[in-house]
């Protein structure tokens, strides 16, 4: 009796409504527990039964915004199951449909016709809270206990900090998914995990245990794995600040010094705080996106614009990892070159040049991008990261030590004519864009994300900055685009830094490599192409990373007479897009609401647009002219 003893307008009504607005938006269409349905012997038309609750699912200000966010994927029906949206068959013919027969129910309680109140009765007022647990709820198993956490969650209701849901219904509504849908994946330990989670494509219709009861079709583009687990964050404040200084600091800081040279003291520090002021406005569009859609870059802008936008930015990203790997090889070379000329005391006695270093490099690094568990190079990005720090600790420390013996060199504040390779290296240097989305859903805090990016983007600023003015304060024009080669050839240490920090660069190789080559692989190969079902297919995709290695190699070759023109078109070409341009537009589109704000977001897009088609066209002319 109690299912059909609500009083229309009362507080239980309202919640019965609120449940089953959030479970329409889950539950396939087709289906339904109502009466007329599960007597019938035949599929029942739908325009036969009335659903005032669907006409009014607008009214709800509770889940407008949920609604909007989760509307792409609302009307995502069983893949292939669900009969036509004109009639309604019984829940009862789904899989398991007696085990989530309550689901449907509560939907057509909402949906039916009430019998109009006799009295008009105004109901007393609650002594209660008004997001206490009802009578119902409180006697269901472990209802007394969801109420004790309800009261110290509203003990500490001043505190921000993750929602707490009081049923499966509140978890659809707070998450959007259930059964492992639309979850962050979780990478397989198994040696042979394809670039997809794929396990279960291979017989994606045959149900098993592990299935789920209701699924969804998933969302155009999108990945879709059973695999998928919601699972909260468990990083410190701390170790997420060391992991976003890792993110940032690598190979790039290594170029600041001749990109001081190019700009001059004054534009290269002014433009260096620039880029980074500007980079964190982008970061900050980008999390107000996500806090708004959920995913990552790829599905941001697959919910906010469109599919395609998609495929923008995953090209994006696979073109600037192609480059900061191309980029790395060519600094390899180069550095190893000049430790095998530092160590034969110039005579020469080797006979490898700079391209023959490079294609070298193949060697350890293509049975290296045969690795599928992006974790299992941890230990080659820990040694880089150890290799890294050495090498900068030694720059301060010569840099420091030669000024104060023998003051600066000439310097000049401003270069007009190479000011732009200035600008294309500053944002190579600060470009970690990709990296922003996945460090934040790894923290156990996410909402103290925010300040802690401000702080780090701070501290690298000062980084970045000292490194460029320090060496060229010291060397001035005679900077070198290979640093260390200004350093003195005949020190033992510095011998060791050049070899430890090529040695850094080549193990962080892989690792830059990885994201990109997922992509190109995914695009290639679709989301059901396994390596662990099909031993061709595995070998298929280790050809194909290996010609990618291989093209990077060719194209390092080419650019390794000029790496600062390189990095600088990079910078430019690649970088600027997934920066500035992308972030920008998603906001502008879908999170931005305050005539300055789109503003702002129009100025950003079009500054670096402008900045993209500039700095590349003066960086490939003079390269050209170079050449000439």
């Not at 293509?366 to 190079?377: G, T, Y």
Request: a negative charge.
């Amino acid at each position: 009796m109690e299912e059909f003893g609500e009083i229309p307008g009362s507080p239980a009504s309202q919640t019965s409504r609120r449940a089953a607005e959030i479970l329409d938006r889950h539950l396939p269409d087709g289906y339904s527990a109502d009466p007329e349905v599960s007597l019938s012997a035949q599929p029942v038309e739908a325009a036969l039964l009335e659903s005032p609750f669907s006409l009014g699912r607008a009214e709800s200000p509770t889940l407008s915004a949920a609604g909007a966010a989760g509307a792409a994927g609302s009307s995502a029906v069983d893949e292939g199951e669900s009969p036509d949206s004109d009639v309604v068959e019984s829940s009862l013919k789904l899989q398991g449909g007696d085990i989530h027969r309550e689901m449907f129910r509560i939907k057509a309680r909402a949906n039916s016709l009430r019998r109009a109140n006799t009295f008009s009765h105004q109901p007393s007022p609650s002594l209660q809270p008004a997001d206490d647990l009802s009578y119902n709820e409180q006697r269901v198993p472990g209802g007394f206990r969801r109420q004790h956490l309800l009261n110290e969650a509203r003990k500490r209701r001043g505190a921000t900090g993750p929602v707490f849901a009081r049923n499966f219904v509140d978890f659809l509504d707070l998450y959007g998914s259930f059964a492992g849908e639309d979850l962050d994946d979780t990478d397989d330990e198994d040696e042979d995990d394809s670039a997809i989670d794929d396990s279960v494509l291979a017989d994606e219709d045959a149900p098993t245990e592990a299935s789920p009861l209701i699924r969804r079709r998933p969302a155009i583009g999108r990945r879709k794995s059973s695999r998928r687990l919601a699972r909260e964050g468990d990083a410190s404040t701390v170790k997420t600040f060391f992991t976003l200084l890792k993110a940032f600091i690598g190979t790039g800081i290594m170029f600041l010094p001749k990109a001081f040279r190019n700009g001059g003291m004054l534009f290269s520090s002014m433009t260096l705080i620039a880029v980074s002021l500007i980079t964190s406005v982008c970061f900050k569009l980008l999390l107000e996106c996500r806090s708004r859609y959920g995913g990552g870059y790829g599905e941001l802008g697959e919910a906010i614009v469109g599919p395609r936008f998609r495929s923008m930015i995953l090209f994006s990203i696979a073109l600037s990892q192609l480059g900061f790997v191309c980029s790395g090889l060519i600094f390899t070379a180069e550095n190893l070159y000049a430790f095998l000329d530092a160590v034969t005391a110039g005579k020469g006695n080797f006979q490898l040049g700079v391209p023959a270093l490079i294609a070298l490099q193949l060697v350890p690094l293509v049975p290296m991008a045969f690795i599928r568990n992006i974790s299992k190079l941890g230990l080659a990005a820990l040694i880089a990261d150890v290799f890294i720090l050495f090498g900068l600790v030694y720059i301060w420390y010569y840099d420091i030590q030669a000024l104060a013996t023998r003051g600066p060199a000439p310097i000049r504040l401003f270069n007009p004519v190479d000011f732009p390779l200035t600008i294309g290296s500053a944002i190579f240097t600060f470009e970690g864009i990709g990296l922003i989305l996945p460090i934040q859903s790894s923290m156990k805090k996410p909402h103290h994300f925010g300040p802690l990016l401000y702080l780090v983007m701070f501290l690298i600023t000062i980084i970045f900055t000292s490194v460029g003015a320090l060496c060229y304060a010291t060397f001035g024009e005679d900077t070198k685009i290979q640093i260390i080669s200004n350093f003195p050839q005949d020190s033992a240490l510095v011998n060791a830094v050049q070899f430890l920090y090529s040695i850094a660069v080549l193990a962080g190789d892989p690792v830059q490599l990885f994201p990109a080559v997922r992509i190109i692989e995914t695009s290639l190969f679709g989301e059901r192409a396994t390596g662990k079902k099909s031993l061709a297919i595995k070998w298929q995709k280790n050809g194909l990373r290996s010609l990618i290695m291989a093209a990077c190699v060719g194209v390092s070759i080419v650019g390794a007479s000029d790496l600062d023109k390189f990095v600088a078109l990079i910078g430019s070409f690649a970088c600027v897009p997934l920066v500035y341009i992308y972030p920008a537009y998603m906001h502008y589109k879908g999170a931005a609401e305050k005539g300055w704000v789109k503003a702002l977001d129009i100025v950003l897009m079009v500054g670096g647009f402008i900045a993209m088609v500039y700095t590349t066209f003066v960086t490939v002319y003079q390269w050209i002219d170079s050449k000439v």
